[in-house]
């Protein structure tokens, strides 16, 4: 690709997202923003990027993800099928979202996670209404939220600002809603 130096952030943007949309991806539009701040941290850069410098932005492929094991504190036994690569299938509590509902991935090695991706497009409401995520070593001590919000629509994004590498991660449901689940259709993790 030539490189886009002579293009602003807002021009830069607009066309990340008419990319992103065009191959099914229903994500946020890219912000200007955003491109300012990934242009501001790479500055001094004259080279072209490389793929295996790209490739660690990508989501874990599911076949990765299927040496991991996956609990939660309801639902337990469905765990697999937020990542078993088929949209139509879903991880639910079955119950009222709630403070205390979780979801750990059991990496069996460190693990950095970026970034984790909720997508509940299939049942739209099932978004966790708050979350925070934190990592521990042996399952049982557990660090402070490494980032904490809410989700606002079926696909949540939660970027870790600072990545920690870890064996465990959990996403821990921290808010309510009544007559909604929380689900997810399809886990996507980005980290190494």
Request: glycine share 10%.
């Amino acid at each position: 690709m030539a490189p886009q130096g002579g293009n602003d952030d807002a021009w830069i943007a607009d066309v990340l997202t008419f990319a992103r949309n065009s191959f099914g991806n229903a994500g946020a539009p890219v912000r200007a923003e955003v491109v300012a701040r990934v242009r501001a941290a790479h500055a001094g850069r004259r080279e072209p990027w490389r793929t295996a410098e790209l490739e660690v932005l990508l989501p874990v492929p599911h076949a990765g993800m299927a040496q991991w094991k996956i609990t939660a504190s309801h639902a337990g036994e469905a765990c697999e099928r937020a990542i078993d690569g088929d949209p139509a299938t879903r991880w639910s509590t079955g119950v009222d979202l709630q403070p205390g509902l979780w979801l750990q991935i059991d990496f069996g090695a460190p693990f950095a996670v970026r970034e984790l991706r909720l997508d509940t497009r299939r049942s739209a409401g099932d978004y966790p209404r708050g979350y925070s995520v934190v990592v521990s070593d042996d399952g049982e001590h557990w660090s402070e939220p490494l980032v904490a919000g809410s989700g606002d629509g079926p696909v949540t994004r939660i970027i870790v600002p600072e990545p920690r590498p870890a064996r465990f991660v959990r996403v821990d449901q921290t808010g309510s809603q009544s007559g909604l689940w929380w689900s997810i259709h399809e886990l996507q993790v980005v980290g190494g």
